[in-house]
């Protein structure tokens, strides 16, 4: 596996790690037995942390990955990409007694992706796995995908979280809600140590049990995360802090595949962090990163650069709403 040398990064993205198989968009799903061709066919990299390491780097944003993959063909792709695009991979760790994660994307023209899933890896994934990366304090740690883990304990994750923020890096967290279960209880004790939290509206849904997005942002601000941005696709978003209180509309793209679209919001918004930029600010690079994302098959291949992004930002306006 590549090693990276030199001092850490700024950004710790700790959480899922995936090796996607993906499609163009094809006309419909086929009928049982039937052959049906697609354009291209894509491996590519996948998963909250590799996604959001590889955007960052794209941001011009070093980073280093933390995460489990296994030893196959699979894992070697995911840190070979991720090395070649700078990331860090001294805290990707490799799994002897399990196969990389991997998920094969289905994509249908104008209907939602489809996903069949290998947790793989990833099963193997605990908050002491964070130690090493947490050793020298980064500026900012996101966990990417918590709730789908099995192997990441609440009560340790929210002690390494607190350790984190006492050092002085801001905590960034992001879920992946597998289907209906009790996610609050695991929240619960992390979002108390959480500045920035950042699930999308159908996952809120799941967890709060509540449809609306303000009152979901003001659910989980209730529960101790510091700024809530619950985001809703092409219907823009809605964030909730001390200081803010707005719904976000979207920026205007073409939408070729939806994956990966989430993770390069949260990139955007940590650049935007690493900048100093203010929340609109971070909302507007966010919102910009995740829009660029959707214009490409594959999870990082549409993602802009910083000099894009600001370009974009600069001659779209992105409606921004007090409520």
Same mark, same amino acid.
């Given at each position: ?33 039937? /052959? ?12 909250? =942390? ?26 070697? +792709? ?6 070649? @695009?700078?990331?860090?991979?001294? #805290? ?24 069949? @899933?290998? +947790?793989?890896?990833?099963?193997? +994934? ?14 900012? /740690? ?32 992001? %879920?992946?809600?597998? *289907?209906? #279960?009790? @996610? ?12 920035? +939290? ?20 003001? *659910? ?9 941005? %619950? ?9 909730? &802090? ?16 939806? #994956?990966?679209? *989430? ?10 962090? /690493? ?11 966010? &919102?910009?990163?995740?829009? #660029?994302?959707?214009?490409?098959? *594959? ?18 306006? /992105?409606?921004?709403? =007090?409520?």
């Amino acid at each position: 596996m590549p090693i990276t040398t030199g001092s850490r990064p700024p950004v710790v993205c700790a959480g899922i790690v995936v090796a996607d198989h993906l499609c163009t968009p094809i006309e419909r799903m086929p009928a049982a037995g039937e /052959l049906m061709t697609a354009d291209d066919l894509v491996l590519n990299i996948g998963g909250c =942390a590799s996604n959001a390491a590889m955007d960052l780097a794209r941001l011009g944003v070093r980073s280093a990955i933390c995460g489990k993959v296994g030893d196959d063909a699979f894992g070697r +792709f995911v840190a070979e990409t991720l090395a070649e @695009h700078g990331v860090d991979v001294r #805290s990707l760790r490799v799994d002897p007694e399990r196969a990389t994660s991997q998920t094969l994307v289905v994509n249908v023209r104008g209907e939602d992706r489809r996903y069949i @899933h290998s +947790f793989g890896a990833n099963r193997g +994934f605990t908050a002491e796995d964070l130690d090493d990366a947490l050793a020298d304090p980064p500026r900012v /740690l996101y966990l990417g995908g918590y709730l789908v883990m099995p192997g990441l304990d609440p009560e340790a994750v929210a002690e390494r979280f607190a350790w984190a923020r006492r050092s002085g890096t801001i905590t960034v967290l992001d %879920v992946v809600t597998p *289907g209906p #279960s009790d @996610h609050l209880d695991r929240l619960r004790p992390i979002l108390p140590e959480t500045d920035v +939290f950042l699930p999308n509206t159908d996952e809120a849904a799941l967890i709060l049990g509540e449809d609306d997005p303000l009152r979901q942002a003001l *659910g989980f601000r209730d529960l101790g995360a510091r700024r809530v941005v %619950v985001t809703r696709g092409e219907r823009g978003a809605v964030a909730v &802090s001390d200081g803010l209180r707005v719904r976000l509309g979207s920026y205007p793209v073409s939408c070729v595949d939806g #994956s990966g679209g *989430g993770d390069a919001f949260d990139a955007g918004y940590i650049a935007g962090l /690493l900048d100093g930029l203010d929340e609109l600010g971070c909302l507007r690079l966010a &919102s910009a990163v995740g829009a #660029s994302c959707v214009r490409a098959v *594959g999870t990082t291949a549409g993602v802009f650069t910083r000099a894009e992004a600001d370009a974009f930002i600069a001659r779209n306006e /992105l409606t921004v709403e =007090a409520v």
